[in-house]
Structures are given as structure tokens and as C-alpha cells.
């Protein structure tokens, strides 16, 4: 199997890096359109690099976008967090994923987003499976937060000297 991992940012990935069998024919892929302000996005993927560094594993990084983001959520700024917003937000990134895994030959695709226990790890396992099966895809179906996996990536976070974020990553969450 050859998996390309969606990354929302350096801490998630962590866990997974750690759990994921050794044998996985892994690429890590930083896609994260929906992050602002550009600062941050830049904080973001500086921290996924480190990470990606230290674990010793490949990866690509996708498109900054912010205004292709920002027009597929129209009409959703004022949704509350874990809302229809972030649903379309996450499987944006997850076709993100699917597409870019194609282009590139990959026959799996999954995602960290389970790491985090603000995010439904059953939704975003059946939308992960969904999107890969429309594109010929396997979908790696993960809870990472299962098991202390959040507080592991905490301390894997503290140990690396990992940038942790205090808002999910868009404008919106931002404000909250």
C-alpha cells in the first residue's frame, strides 16, 4: 500500500507518525488552504517540516488557496465550530487529498484530522472512505485520539519543541 496522509499541522501528525506500522509506504501531505492569516500558515507548515524531519518521512505540501477556500464556504462564516463549515472544510481536503494522491499514483489516502478530539472521527472516516472510493482510492480508517493518542501528540508536541496552535486554522475559528 502506498498512502499519501493528509496533515492539518506538525502536532497531529505526530501520533500517527509514531503509530502507523514501519512498513507503511508513507508520504505526508501538508494541504491546509483554509489557515489564516498567511503568518500562520507559514508557523504551520514550518512545524510540519520539523516533524516530517525529525520522523524521517517524505511529504508534499499542497496549494495555499485562502480564496478558494474562502468562496466554497460562503454563506457558512457565521456556522458554529463543528458545524456545516467545517464539515465542507474537511472534505474539501480530503478530495484535496484523493486528487493529488491520483496525480501522483498513490492507492491509499487517510488523514490526521482524528487526532484531534474537537473532530468526529466517525464523519471523517466515512467521508475519507466515500471520497476515495470516487477516486479509485483505499481510505485508511483511523481514530488517532483513541488510546491518549491526543495526549501523546502532546507530549511528542513538548519533546520536538512543536508549535501547538489554539484555533483550528481559519479566519473564523479565529475569531471564537
Known sequence: ????????????????????????????????PNVHPLEEYQRRLETFKKVA?????EY????????????????HENDPEKGQRCSICIRY??????LRARE????????VFTTSPHKPAR?????????AKNHGLNYLVADFKKK?????????SRNLGLYRQNYC????????
Request: glycine share 8%; charged share 30%.
Open 93 to 98: 481536503r480530503l478530495e484535496r487529498t484523493a
Open 53 to 57: 524531519s525529525a520522523f524521517q518521512v
Open 169 to 176: 486554522g481559519c479566519i473564523y475559528s479565529m475569531r471564537k
Open 1 to 32: 500500500m502506498r498512502l499519501l496522509l493528509h496533515v492539518c499541522c506538525g502536532p497531529d501528525v505526530s501520533v500517527a507518525l509514531e503509530r502507523l506500522p514501519q512498513n507503511e509506504r508513507l508520504c505526508l501531505f501538508f494541504d491546509n
Open 60 to 75: 508534499r505540501v499542497g496549494e495555499y488557496d485562502p480564496e478558494s477556500w474562502l468562496a466554497l464556504v460562503r454563506g
Open 104 to 111: 501522483e499514483a498513490f492507492d491509499s489516502i487517510g488523514s
Open 123 to 131: 464523519e471523517i472516516n466515512t467521508w475519507g472512505e466515500e471520497i
Open 148 to 156: 491518549d493518542g491526543f495526549k501523546r501528540s502532546v507530549e511528542l
